[in-house]
């Protein structure tokens, strides 16, 4: 529909030449929320002529069903490892033309190694962020539930004591299978990239303790939560806590919002760009990967958005308060990359975390 009102403009505009190819003048593109900042996307039309239509998701489970069901309908996607593992088995996405591509020599050796645990000889991704998981709070009330102290511990999540001090001011969660089984299974010193599936049944049950003091299982809506006051804690991704901080900020509103990757240590996850077999406009796709894969608007995006990126010379670009998006070298000791899982294993995450979601 959408892309059928704008041939007619374009027919329109033209009055009388052919009109362009489609390859050339516009690229679709389904990406998380949040996750670009707009007026790099206004640049890329600026430069090139090709307009962009960026759609959004904010899970794993939309992007996937979307690239099962919907052929054609995107020219690049934005998956995390998990998605892009099972998209490439299935046969959904294309092989990278890397001479197409010239800008993919700035990424970062180290954070293509870790993409390679989904995309074996980084042949179908290259990366767009990375981030990690930890926990987001309003400051305040977090030191006068917790003595004064901020939260540092998974404990605060999977002891429902401690959690349900937060229960009056609000508790969300992401809704994020992959994501909440590895932190469960970090949470009870177990191997987040475990096959054992007496593992994963101990982490489905840290993990059913949680329904009843969290308000929501969500993906971006606490984002504005935490930054209106609407919630207090949540667990969450780390540029979206970063935005939530930057937001209370602007809004002035006095609340302080915190993020800690708690000691037991955390997840680190990849965001990645791809083309999906079918694309309708394929010389658009690797023109606007490309862009997105200079330094300088690589550095924009994390100015943006909060996230890391895998462009090696970006962090350099950014003034030092935006240099801490990235965490440490002791930080990122207790970071762990988790792969996709079997298929049998990720079903049965699927299946126990739509039981823990219902409070079954
Ligand atoms: C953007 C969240 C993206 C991180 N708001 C999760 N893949």
Redesign the pocket.
């Known amino acids: 529909m959408r892309r059928f009102a704008l041939l007619v403009l374009s027919f329109i505009s033209l009055s009388g030449l052919p009109a362009p190819a489609a390859d050339e003048r516009v690229v679709d593109v389904f990406g998380?929320?949040?996750?670009v900042d707009p007026r790099v996307l206004e640049d890329f039309t600026r430069k090139t002529g090709i307009r962009v239509f960026y759609d959004t998701y904010?899970s794993?489970a939309a992007l996937l069903t979307h690239l099962m069901l919907a052929r054609g309908d995107y020219d690049v996607v934005?998956p995390?490892g998990p998605v892009l593992r099972r998209a490439i088995a299935a046969g959904l996405l294309q092989k990278l033309d890397r001479q197409r591509l010239p800008n993919a020599s700035n990424l970062s050796p180290q954070i293509m190694a870790r993409l390679a645990i989904d995309d074996p000889g980084n042949r179908y991704a290259v990366n767009y962020?990375w981030?990690t998981l930890g926990i987001a709070f309003d400051a305040d009330k977090a030191r006068a539930r917790l003595g004064g102290e901020l939260p540092d511990s998974w404990d605060v999540i999977f002891n429902p004591e401690i959690l349900k001090k937060f229960a009056d001011c609000g508790v969300e969660v992401l809704d994020?299978p992959q994501d909440l089984f590895a932190i469960a299974l970090i949470a009870l010193k177990l191997d987040p990239n475990t096959r054992d599936w007496n593992d994963l049944r101990r982490a489905a049950d840290l993990l059913s303790a949680l329904r009843r003091n969290v308000k929501k299982f969500h993906?971006?809506e606490y984002?504005n939560a935490l930054a209106n006051g609407d919630i207090c804690l949540a667990v969450g991704?780390s540029?979206?806590a970063a935005?939530a901080a930057s937001r209370a900020s602007e809004a002035d509103n006095g609340i302080n919002i915190g993020y800690a990757i708690p000691k037991e240590g955390s997840v680190i996850?990849l965001?990645n760009l791809a083309i999906p077999e079918g694309a309708p406009h394929l010389s658009a796709a690797y023109a606007f990967i490309d862009f997105l894969l200079r330094p300088d608007v690589a550095a924009r995006n994390v100015a943006a958005?909060g996230?890391a990126s895998g462009v090696a010379g970006a962090k350099a670009l950014l003034p030092a308060t935006a240099q801490a998006i990235y965490p440490d070298a002791e930080t990122m000791k207790h970071l762990y990359s988790v792969g996709g899982r079997d298929p049998e294993l990720q079903e049965f995450i699927e299946r126990e975390w739509t039981r823990i979601k219902a409070g079954k």
């Not at 998380?32 to 996750?35: G, N, T």
């Open positions: 998380w929320s949040d996750y904010d794993d934005v995390s962020a981030f994020d993906s971006s984002i991704w540029g979206d935005l996850a965001d958005t996230f």
